[in-house]
């Protein structure tokens, strides 16, 4: 667990696989925009550092974090991509909504994993409060997107051996 003062979203550009020749599908949930587009820009700044060309990062809107799991499956059947990066933000609220569309979202991005030959990455916030959420999309605790974009290099690399 992250501790108040931590920022997970330092990297090393050098220890990555150079993006220059890979093709990245981005998935963005409209509801939640303030983060979701925070999340989009940690994402796309840390692939352009790391040698991607910004032609090669698609970027698809759906609706919510619910919608994720089609975007993302439609990505994988039409496009030539070498991975796929999923970004939402669910903030718990006072009903069980909260849990089935985590539930639901994680589930999804599972079942693509296992179903496509291409990884999809899993960036999307589940937090108790906006405040939270703020933290780790650009915030105190740096930007998840940042480490989804990490994520995906490491799983092309894997990907490719």
Same mark, same amino acid.
């Given at each position: 667990?992250a501790t108040a003062n931590?920022?997970?979203?330092?990297?090393?550009?050098?220890?990555?696989?150079? #993006?220059?020749?890979?093709?990245?599908?981005?998935?963005? =949930?409209?509801?939640?925009? @303030?983060?979701?587009? /925070?999340?989009?820009?940690?994402?796309?700044?840390?692939?352009?550092?790391?040698?991607?060309? %910004?032609?090669?990062?698609?970027?698809?809107?759906? %609706?919510? =974090?619910?919608?994720?799991?089609? /975007?993302? @499956?439609?990505?994988?059947?039409?496009? !030539?991509?070498?991975? *796929?990066?999923?970004? /939402?933000? *669910?903030?718990?609220?006072?009903?069980?909504?909260?849990?089935?569309?985590?539930?639901? *979202?994680? !589930?999804?991005?599972?079942?693509?994993?296992? @179903?496509?030959?291409? %990884?999809?990455?899993?960036?999307?916030?589940?937090?108790?409060?906006? !405040?939270? =959420?703020?933290?780790? =999309? /650009?915030?105190?605790h740096g930007n998840k997107? *940042?480490?989804? #974009?990490?994520?995906?290099? @490491?799983?092309?690399?894997?990907?490719?051996?």
């Amino acid at each position: 667990m992250a501790t108040a003062n931590t920022n997970l979203s330092n990297y090393d550009n050098t220890q990555l696989p150079n #993006a220059k020749n890979f093709k990245f599908g981005v998935v963005v =949930s409209e509801w939640n925009d @303030k983060i979701t587009n /925070g999340l989009y820009q940690g994402v796309f700044e840390t692939l352009i550092d790391c040698g991607a060309l %910004p032609e090669n990062i698609i970027r698809w809107d759906v %609706p919510g =974090s619910f919608e994720l799991v089609f /975007g993302a @499956k439609k990505m994988h059947q039409t496009l !030539q991509l070498d991975a *796929v990066i999923t970004i /939402g933000c *669910v903030i718990k609220g006072e009903t069980m909504h909260f849990e089935f569309v985590c539930e639901g *979202v994680t !589930q999804g991005i599972k079942d693509l994993n296992v @179903k496509f030959d291409i %990884p999809t990455i899993f960036c999307v916030l589940t937090d108790n409060t906006e !405040q939270q =959420s703020i933290d780790r =999309s /650009g915030g105190l605790h740096g930007n998840k997107g *940042v480490e989804a #974009a990490v994520a995906a290099l @490491k799983m092309i690399a894997l990907n490719t051996k």
